[in-house]
């Protein structure tokens, strides 16, 4: 299967610190997709909220 690359965008809409907790990295040392999909989703509930909210 051929590698996808996608573009960076020069600038990013917002930005967010989260912790990557212990049960989220498997015992070979890496991030579990389910973990980042998790990962992900929190990131992006504040900003949907705050755009719920105006």
Known sequence: MARVEIPRPARFPFSTE????IGDISYGGHL???ALLSL???AHAPEKFKAAVR
């Open 18 to 21: 989260l912790d990557v907790r």
């Open 32 to 34: 579990g997709n389910d």
């Open 40 to 42: 992900l989703h929190e």
